[in-house]
Protein backbone atom coordinates (compact mmCIF):
# COMPACT_ATOMS: atom_id res chain seq x y z
CA UNK A 1 0.00 0.00 0.00
CA UNK A 2 0.98 3.53 -1.11
CA UNK A 3 0.07 6.08 1.87
CA UNK A 4 0.81 10.26 1.55
CA UNK A 5 0.90 12.21 5.02
CA UNK A 6 0.88 15.65 4.30
CA UNK A 7 1.92 17.09 7.62
CA UNK A 8 4.29 15.84 10.01
CA UNK A 9 2.91 17.77 13.23
CA UNK A 10 1.96 15.55 16.01
CA UNK A 11 -0.76 14.06 13.87
CA UNK A 12 1.19 12.93 11.03
CA UNK A 13 4.51 12.05 12.46
CA UNK A 14 2.48 9.49 15.18
CA UNK A 15 0.38 8.19 12.68
CA UNK A 16 3.37 7.62 10.20
CA UNK A 17 5.06 5.90 13.05
CA UNK A 18 2.46 3.82 13.52
CA UNK A 19 1.82 2.29 9.99
CA UNK A 20 5.82 1.80 9.64
CA UNK A 21 5.70 0.11 12.95
CA UNK A 22 3.25 -2.04 12.53
CA UNK A 23 3.43 -2.86 8.68
CA UNK A 24 7.55 -1.94 7.72
CA UNK A 25 6.51 -3.08 3.99
CA UNK A 26 3.29 -0.03 3.55
CA UNK A 27 5.24 2.53 1.03
CA UNK A 28 5.44 5.15 3.10
CA UNK A 29 6.12 9.11 2.39
CA UNK A 30 5.49 11.97 4.76
CA UNK A 31 5.95 15.36 3.91
CA UNK A 32 6.33 18.95 6.10
CA UNK A 33 6.69 22.36 4.29
CA UNK A 34 7.94 24.03 7.12
CA UNK A 35 11.79 23.32 8.27
CA UNK A 36 12.34 20.69 10.60
CA UNK A 37 12.72 22.92 13.83
CA UNK A 38 10.30 25.44 12.58
CA UNK A 39 7.25 25.53 15.13
CA UNK A 40 4.77 28.32 16.18
CA UNK A 41 3.26 28.53 19.60
CA UNK A 42 5.30 27.41 22.92
CA UNK A 43 3.93 24.45 25.16
CA UNK A 44 1.04 22.09 24.80
CA UNK A 45 -0.94 21.09 27.45
CA UNK A 46 -2.30 17.67 27.88
CA UNK A 47 -5.38 16.85 30.55
CA UNK A 48 -4.88 15.27 33.73
CA UNK A 49 -4.09 11.57 32.01
CA UNK A 50 -1.41 13.10 30.19
CA UNK A 51 -0.09 10.13 27.72
CA UNK A 52 -1.33 7.47 29.48
CA UNK A 53 -3.51 6.41 26.75
CA UNK A 54 -0.06 5.27 24.81
CA UNK A 55 1.00 3.21 27.72
CA UNK A 56 -0.06 -0.25 26.62
CA UNK A 57 -0.34 -0.19 23.50
CA UNK A 58 3.45 1.82 22.89
CA UNK A 59 5.44 1.67 25.68
CA UNK A 60 8.42 2.93 24.16
CA UNK A 61 7.01 6.22 23.09
CA UNK A 62 5.22 6.49 26.25
CA UNK A 63 8.82 6.38 28.14
CA UNK A 64 10.67 9.06 26.03
CA UNK A 65 7.62 11.79 26.24
CA UNK A 66 6.25 11.31 29.89
CA UNK A 67 9.29 12.14 31.94
CA UNK A 68 10.03 15.60 29.64
CA UNK A 69 6.52 16.83 30.74
CA UNK A 70 6.13 19.14 33.78
CA UNK A 71 3.16 18.10 35.97
CA UNK A 72 1.05 19.54 38.44
CA UNK A 73 -2.33 18.43 40.60
CA UNK A 74 -3.98 21.51 40.95
CA UNK A 75 -4.96 25.06 38.96
CA UNK A 76 -5.13 28.80 39.70
CA UNK A 77 -8.14 31.29 39.28
CA UNK A 78 -6.44 35.03 39.87
CA UNK A 79 -9.10 37.95 40.01
CA UNK A 80 -9.11 41.13 41.82
CA UNK A 81 -5.73 40.27 43.81
CA UNK A 82 -7.03 37.15 45.06
CA UNK A 83 -6.31 33.16 44.21
CA UNK A 84 -8.51 30.75 44.36
CA UNK A 85 -6.86 26.92 44.20
CA UNK A 86 -9.31 24.39 42.57
CA UNK A 87 -7.80 21.18 44.02
CA UNK A 88 -6.97 17.46 41.76
CA UNK A 89 -7.41 19.06 38.39
CA UNK A 90 -4.42 17.86 37.21
CA UNK A 91 -2.16 18.64 33.94
CA UNK A 92 0.78 18.02 32.52
CA UNK A 93 2.58 20.18 29.26
CA UNK A 94 5.57 19.63 27.06
CA UNK A 95 7.19 22.11 24.86
CA UNK A 96 5.69 22.48 21.05
CA UNK A 97 9.31 21.79 19.42
CA UNK A 98 10.88 19.39 22.29
CA UNK A 99 7.78 16.87 21.50
CA UNK A 100 7.94 17.03 17.93
CA UNK A 101 11.75 16.28 18.25
CA UNK A 102 10.85 12.97 20.14
CA UNK A 103 8.31 12.32 17.95
CA UNK A 104 11.00 12.46 14.91
CA UNK A 105 13.15 10.56 16.75
CA UNK A 106 10.54 7.49 17.11
CA UNK A 107 10.32 8.50 13.12
CA UNK A 108 13.79 7.82 12.78
CA UNK A 109 13.80 4.92 14.78
CA UNK A 110 11.56 2.51 12.14
CA UNK A 111 13.33 4.11 9.26
CA UNK A 112 10.92 7.19 7.91
CA UNK A 113 12.59 10.73 7.50
CA UNK A 114 9.66 13.46 6.58
CA UNK A 115 10.09 15.92 3.53
CA UNK A 116 10.65 18.66 5.31
CA UNK A 117 9.93 22.39 2.98
CA UNK A 118 8.29 20.01 1.24
CA UNK A 119 5.00 21.99 0.27
CA UNK A 120 2.45 20.86 -1.56
CA UNK A 121 0.04 23.13 -3.58
CA UNK A 122 -0.94 21.19 -6.98
CA UNK A 123 -3.78 18.52 -6.04
CA UNK A 124 -2.37 16.39 -8.74
CA UNK A 125 0.76 15.47 -6.29
CA UNK A 126 -1.90 13.59 -4.16
CA UNK A 127 -2.23 11.32 -7.05
CA UNK A 128 -0.49 7.73 -7.33
CA UNK A 129 -1.43 6.92 -3.64
CA UNK A 130 -3.48 4.28 -2.26
CA UNK A 131 -4.35 6.93 0.99
CA UNK A 132 -3.62 10.67 1.24
CA UNK A 133 -4.26 11.74 4.69
CA UNK A 134 -4.45 15.01 5.54
CA UNK A 135 -2.76 16.04 8.58
CA UNK A 136 -1.89 19.83 7.91
CA UNK A 137 -3.57 21.43 10.28
CA UNK A 138 -6.08 24.46 9.90
CA UNK A 139 -5.83 25.23 6.18
CA UNK A 140 -5.49 21.82 5.15
CA UNK A 141 -4.50 21.72 1.78
CA UNK A 142 -5.88 17.96 1.11
CA UNK A 143 -9.08 19.36 2.54
CA UNK A 144 -9.33 22.64 0.04
CA UNK A 145 -11.21 22.94 -2.69
CA UNK A 146 -12.96 19.54 -1.36
CA UNK A 147 -15.15 21.35 1.67
CA UNK A 148 -18.46 20.64 0.08
CA UNK A 149 -17.64 16.42 0.32
CA UNK A 150 -16.00 16.63 3.74
CA UNK A 151 -19.05 18.97 4.83
CA UNK A 152 -16.32 21.64 6.31
CA UNK A 153 -17.47 23.65 8.31
CA UNK A 154 -15.36 26.70 10.22
CA UNK A 155 -16.53 29.25 12.79
CA UNK A 156 -14.30 31.74 13.92
CA UNK A 157 -14.47 32.66 18.11
CA UNK A 158 -15.23 36.92 18.55
CA UNK A 159 -12.37 37.35 21.20
CA UNK A 160 -8.97 37.44 20.08
CA UNK A 161 -5.66 36.28 21.49
CA UNK A 162 -2.08 36.32 20.92
CA UNK A 163 0.27 33.37 21.53
CA UNK A 164 3.37 33.99 24.29
CA UNK A 165 6.10 32.79 26.09
CA UNK A 166 7.49 34.19 29.67
CA UNK A 167 10.98 32.97 31.50
CA UNK A 168 8.47 33.09 34.70
CA UNK A 169 8.24 29.50 36.20
CA UNK A 170 4.04 29.32 37.09
CA UNK A 171 3.42 26.43 39.77
CA UNK A 172 0.26 25.63 38.05
CA UNK A 173 -2.18 25.96 34.67
CA UNK A 174 -2.90 29.37 36.06
CA UNK A 175 -6.00 31.87 35.03
CA UNK A 176 -5.98 35.51 35.38
CA UNK A 177 -8.68 38.11 35.27
CA UNK A 178 -7.49 42.16 34.99
CA UNK A 179 -8.71 45.25 33.77
CA UNK A 180 -7.40 48.30 32.62
CA UNK A 181 -8.98 51.89 31.37
CA UNK A 182 -9.60 49.87 27.94
CA UNK A 183 -11.26 47.11 28.80
CA UNK A 184 -11.02 43.28 29.99
CA UNK A 185 -8.22 40.72 29.80
CA UNK A 186 -7.34 37.29 30.48
CA UNK A 187 -4.23 35.02 30.45
CA UNK A 188 -4.12 31.21 30.39
CA UNK A 189 -0.88 30.45 32.03
CA UNK A 190 1.60 27.12 32.84
CA UNK A 191 4.73 25.95 32.65
CA UNK A 192 6.20 24.00 30.08
CA UNK A 193 9.89 23.69 30.75
CA UNK A 194 11.41 24.20 33.72
CA UNK A 195 12.16 27.35 33.18
CA UNK A 196 9.49 28.51 30.24
CA UNK A 197 5.88 28.92 30.77
CA UNK A 198 2.76 29.72 27.86
CA UNK A 199 1.21 32.34 28.52
CA UNK A 200 -1.91 33.19 26.05
CA UNK A 201 -3.39 36.55 25.94
CA UNK A 202 -6.96 36.79 25.43
CA UNK A 203 -9.27 40.04 25.25
CA UNK A 204 -13.08 40.45 23.93
CA UNK A 205 -13.68 42.67 20.71
CA UNK A 206 -14.12 46.03 22.29
CA UNK A 207 -11.08 45.93 24.31
CA UNK A 208 -9.03 44.79 21.11
CA UNK A 209 -10.42 48.01 19.05
CA UNK A 210 -10.38 49.93 22.17
CA UNK A 211 -6.54 49.01 23.06
CA UNK A 212 -5.65 50.01 19.36
CA UNK A 213 -4.24 46.54 18.68
CA UNK A 214 -4.91 47.06 15.41
CA UNK A 215 -2.56 49.38 14.89
CA UNK A 216 0.64 47.40 16.80
CA UNK A 217 3.47 45.43 15.72
CA UNK A 218 4.20 42.62 17.06
CA UNK A 219 7.09 44.17 19.87
CA UNK A 220 4.27 47.19 20.51
CA UNK A 221 1.92 44.39 21.29
CA UNK A 222 4.08 42.62 23.18
CA UNK A 223 5.20 45.37 25.29
CA UNK A 224 1.60 46.34 25.90
CA UNK A 225 0.42 43.07 27.19
CA UNK A 226 3.43 43.20 29.80
CA UNK A 227 2.25 46.59 31.24
CA UNK A 228 -1.43 44.55 31.59
CA UNK A 229 -0.20 41.73 33.19
CA UNK A 230 2.94 43.27 35.14
CA UNK A 231 2.32 41.75 38.51
CA UNK A 232 1.30 38.43 37.13
CA UNK A 233 4.53 38.30 35.02
CA UNK A 234 6.68 39.53 38.33
CA UNK A 235 9.28 41.67 36.22
CA UNK A 236 9.57 38.37 33.49
CA UNK A 237 9.25 39.42 30.19
CA UNK A 238 7.28 37.79 27.75
CA UNK A 239 8.72 35.67 24.55
CA UNK A 240 7.12 36.17 21.14
CA UNK A 241 7.47 34.12 18.18
CA UNK A 242 4.77 34.96 15.69
CA UNK A 243 2.38 36.01 18.20
CA UNK A 244 0.11 38.02 16.13
CA UNK A 245 -3.64 38.47 17.54
CA UNK A 246 -5.99 35.32 16.34
CA UNK A 247 -9.31 34.50 16.59
CA UNK A 248 -9.54 30.66 17.54
CA UNK A 249 -11.57 28.78 14.54
CA UNK A 250 -13.78 26.08 15.16
CA UNK A 251 -13.10 23.61 12.70
CA UNK A 252 -15.48 20.29 12.28
CA UNK A 253 -15.61 18.54 8.83
CA UNK A 254 -19.32 16.39 9.17
CA UNK A 255 -17.06 13.83 6.67
CA UNK A 256 -14.05 12.80 7.91
CA UNK A 257 -13.14 11.08 4.66
CA UNK A 258 -13.74 11.84 0.68
CA UNK A 259 -12.12 8.87 -1.20
CA UNK A 260 -9.14 7.84 -0.81
CA UNK A 261 -8.51 11.00 1.04
CA UNK A 262 -9.04 11.17 5.19
CA UNK A 263 -8.41 13.85 7.50
CA UNK A 264 -6.92 13.74 10.98
CA UNK A 265 -6.02 16.67 13.69
CA UNK A 266 -6.65 19.80 13.46
CA UNK A 267 -7.59 19.06 9.67
CA UNK A 268 -10.80 17.42 10.41
CA UNK A 269 -11.39 19.09 13.96
CA UNK A 270 -10.63 21.86 16.68
CA UNK A 271 -10.77 21.84 20.37
CA UNK A 272 -10.34 25.13 22.02
CA UNK A 273 -7.26 25.14 23.70
CA UNK A 274 -8.95 25.99 27.23
CA UNK A 275 -9.77 22.14 27.73
CA UNK A 276 -5.96 21.25 26.80
CA UNK A 277 -7.06 18.57 24.35
CA UNK A 278 -6.28 19.06 20.97
CA UNK A 279 -2.98 17.55 21.20
CA UNK A 280 -4.03 14.10 22.81
CA UNK A 281 -7.05 14.76 20.12
CA UNK A 282 -4.18 14.69 17.32
CA UNK A 283 -2.59 11.38 18.86
CA UNK A 284 -5.76 9.21 19.09
CA UNK A 285 -7.05 10.55 16.03
CA UNK A 286 -3.79 8.64 14.20
CA UNK A 287 -4.32 5.79 17.18
CA UNK A 288 -7.50 4.64 15.68
CA UNK A 289 -6.71 5.09 12.23
CA UNK A 290 -4.02 2.91 12.10
CA UNK A 291 -6.30 0.40 14.27
CA UNK A 292 -8.60 0.46 10.90
CA UNK A 293 -6.40 0.20 8.61
CA UNK A 294 -5.18 -3.12 10.29
CA UNK A 295 -8.42 -4.20 10.54
CA UNK A 296 -9.73 -3.67 7.34
CA UNK A 297 -6.13 -4.63 5.46
CA UNK A 298 -7.88 -5.23 1.66
CA UNK A 299 -10.14 -2.42 1.71
CA UNK A 300 -8.85 1.53 2.42
CA UNK A 301 -12.86 2.38 2.12
CA UNK A 302 -14.21 -0.07 4.45
CA UNK A 303 -10.91 1.41 7.20
CA UNK A 304 -11.72 5.22 6.80
CA UNK A 305 -15.67 3.95 7.52
CA UNK A 306 -14.64 2.11 10.37
CA UNK A 307 -12.44 5.10 11.69
CA UNK A 308 -15.42 7.04 11.14
CA UNK A 309 -18.32 5.64 12.34
CA UNK A 310 -15.52 4.43 15.46
CA UNK A 311 -13.80 7.73 16.67
CA UNK A 312 -16.50 10.49 15.60
CA UNK A 313 -18.69 9.92 18.12
CA UNK A 314 -15.74 10.29 20.91
CA UNK A 315 -14.79 13.29 18.99
CA UNK A 316 -18.44 14.95 18.93
CA UNK A 317 -18.05 14.59 22.68
CA UNK A 318 -15.51 16.31 23.32
CA UNK A 319 -15.98 19.42 21.16
CA UNK A 320 -18.94 19.68 22.27
CA UNK A 321 -17.31 20.08 25.53
CA UNK A 322 -14.57 22.32 24.33
CA UNK A 323 -17.18 24.83 22.76
CA UNK A 324 -18.74 25.32 25.45
CA UNK A 325 -15.53 26.33 27.03
CA UNK A 326 -14.59 28.65 24.16
CA UNK A 327 -18.95 30.25 24.93
CA UNK A 328 -17.45 30.76 28.56
CA UNK A 329 -14.44 32.97 27.37
CA UNK A 330 -16.60 34.32 24.21
CA UNK A 331 -18.32 36.58 27.81
CA UNK A 332 -15.27 36.35 30.55
CA UNK A 333 -15.97 40.23 30.59
CA UNK A 334 -19.19 39.21 32.12
CA UNK A 335 -18.04 36.58 34.25
CA UNK A 336 -15.44 39.04 35.75
CA UNK A 337 -18.53 40.60 37.68
CA UNK A 338 -18.22 37.65 39.78
CA UNK A 339 -16.11 37.96 43.23
CA UNK A 340 -13.08 35.50 42.74
CA UNK A 341 -14.77 32.59 44.56
CA UNK A 342 -18.36 33.02 42.59
CA UNK A 343 -16.02 33.31 39.30
CA UNK A 344 -14.07 30.44 39.84
CA UNK A 345 -17.13 28.28 40.51
CA UNK A 346 -18.86 29.52 37.10
CA UNK A 347 -15.45 28.85 35.38
CA UNK A 348 -14.71 25.41 37.13
CA UNK A 349 -18.01 24.16 35.33
CA UNK A 350 -18.41 25.73 31.87
CA UNK A 351 -17.98 22.73 29.82
CA UNK A 352 -21.16 21.20 31.36
CA UNK A 353 -19.07 17.77 31.76
CA UNK A 354 -18.78 18.59 35.99
CA UNK A 355 -21.45 18.39 38.12
CA UNK A 356 -21.57 19.02 41.59
CA UNK A 357 -20.97 15.75 42.75
CA UNK A 358 -18.12 14.81 40.71
CA UNK A 359 -16.58 18.24 41.77
CA UNK A 360 -16.95 16.94 45.10
CA UNK A 361 -15.38 13.70 44.75
CA UNK A 362 -12.32 15.77 42.93
CA UNK A 363 -12.20 18.92 44.85
CA UNK A 364 -12.95 18.33 47.96
CA UNK A 365 -10.73 21.57 49.74
CA UNK A 366 -12.72 23.55 46.79
CA UNK A 367 -15.64 22.64 47.29
CA UNK A 368 -15.47 23.20 50.84
CA UNK A 369 -14.19 26.70 50.34
CA UNK A 370 -16.85 27.66 48.03
CA UNK A 371 -19.87 26.67 50.80
CA UNK A 372 -17.93 28.12 53.79
CA UNK A 373 -17.81 31.62 51.52
CA UNK A 374 -21.26 30.96 50.66
CA UNK A 375 -22.35 30.87 54.04
CA UNK A 376 -20.41 34.32 55.07
CA UNK A 377 -22.65 35.84 51.90
CA UNK A 378 -26.09 34.10 53.35
Known amino acids: MKV ?12 AYLLARRDPRIELRIVEQNPADSTFGFGVVFSDRALEFLRDDDELTYELIAPRMQRWHDLSIHHRGERIAIDGIGFAAI ?14 AVRVEPEYRCAIDDRRALDG ?23 TRIDHLRNRFAWFGTTRRFDTLSQTFVSNARGTFNAHHYRYAPEMSTFIVECDPDTWQRAGFAAMDEPATKAYCERVFADTLDGHPLVANKSIWRQFPKVWNEHWHAGNHVLIGDALH ?11 LAFE ?22 FEAQRKPIVRKLVDAANASADWYE ?20 SGRVDLERLRRVSPLFVAGYEQHAKGEA
Open 4 to 15: LIVGAGPAGSYL
Open 129 to 151: YDLVVGADGLNSFVRSGREREFG
Open 95 to 108: GRLELLRLLHRRLH
Open 285 to 306: DAIALDRSLAAHPDSVPDALAA
Open 331 to 350: HFAEHMRHDPWDLAWHYIQR
Open 270 to 280: TAHFSIGSGTR
